[in-house]
């Protein structure tokens, strides 16, 4: 017998194999919280067999090459091995870009029902990366089948992720989501990093801001990680890096104190750039400290271009959240 977990995260993926739990264990950690989507030719083409696909677009990149071969499956799409396998699980991660990778998967393979009855999600809701092997092995949630009336809500929320609004994503709040037990969680979670009715930031802008309240702060503070303060989760590291700059290298600064950047690959290469950067003093300027205090817009002060699913958000057509009323508000 053949036994496959897919799941989001290369830590996650690795502590799985160590416990035996399967026989073929594949992480899929395309970044789908961040920068525009994919287009409907690259999306399709992901989950296809290798052909033309370049690095990065293929659901087997994020497997060792040498682990490919060794298991015999490089190339493949998942359909086709989904077909080879007796038994497949989903252990999608805790954060909203793992729901969204699911969303995708799910609604990738739908139309076959012969892979389809392969399938079973397991909602594990923590770090499997942060398991031992002997804990993880005794981790094992309800495998749940799919049924036809979760596929369709998979469709549902998948579409209303890539569309031109977030209307459709908010939407979802009306339905009936159990079927997804995770799906209303990171539904929210996402509306949560629209900028806010009065503040113009999102939350996780809002946690950074919060940390850096105090004022003398290094950079390491405000990042997310295990046993870190910054409790937010839908970006990762570069992510939270680009907010970071965001608010500090803007027209009207909301942080001071950083003292290198942009945040890139070239900075982190740079031993000289990067620990300059890591000695940072932070602090919030008095914009900082109003938007912090619900006081002031920071969009009034600052352009804003960045995508959001599969709306661009600008400062001409900009949506925002209203956190207390978990209300979405459309552009004027």
Not at 134 to 140: G, Q, S, T, V
Not at 233 to 243: I, N
């Amino acid at each position: 017998m053949t036994r496959l977990i897919v799941t989001t995260d290369s830590s996650a993926a690795g502590a799985i194999q160590r416990a035996g739990l399967a026989d073929l264990v594949i992480a899929i950690e395309r970044r789908l919280v961040w920068g525009p989507l994919p287009s409907d030719a690259e999306l399709e083409a992901f989950f296809a067999p290798r052909t033309t696909q370049p690095h990065g677009l293929h659901w087997l990149d994020d497997t060792p090459s040498w682990r490919l071969e060794e298991w015999g499956v490089k190339g493949l799409g998942v359909i086709e091995l989904l077909l080879g396998c007796e038994s497949v699980e989903l252990w999608p991660g805790p954060e909203p870009n793992a729901q969204l990778v699911l969303l995708w998967l799910l609604d990738h393979c739908r139309s076959e029902r012969a892979a389809v009855s392969k399938l079973a999600l397991r909602h594990v809701g923590i770090a499997v990366g942060d398991v031992g092997p002997e804990r993880l092995a005794k981790i094992k949630p309800p495998a749940i089948k799919p049924t036809q009336d979760c596929l369709e809500l998979v469709g549902r929320a998948w579409r209303a992720y890539r569309a031109a609004t977030p209307q459709a994503w908010f939407d979802l709040l009306k339905a009936d989501l159990s079927l997804l037990p995770q799906l209303e969680r990171h539904v929210v979670d996402l509306l949560e990093e629209l900028p806010g009715i009065t503040t113009g930031v999102g939350a996780t802008e809002t946690r950074i801001l919060e940390l850096i309240a105090p004022g003398e702060v290094q950079p390491v503070d405000v990042f997310p990680g295990h046993q870190k303060r910054n409790e937010r989760r839908v970006f990762d590291y570069w992510e939270v890096g680009t907010l970071l700059d965001g608010l500090a290298r803007c027209p009207v600064p909301a942080v001071s104190g950083l003292e290198e950047g942009p945040f890139s690959l070239d900075m982190h290469e740079d031993a000289l750039r990067h620990a300059r950067y890591k000695q940072s003093r932070l602090s919030l300027t008095d914009l900082g400290r109003a938007v912090l205090a619900g006081e002031e817009d920071f969009c009034r002060y600052n352009p804003i271009t960045r995508w959001w699913g599969g709306t661009l958000l600008t400062s001409e057509r900009l949506w925002r959240w209203d956190r207390e009323s978990r209300f979405l508000i459309a552009p004027d």
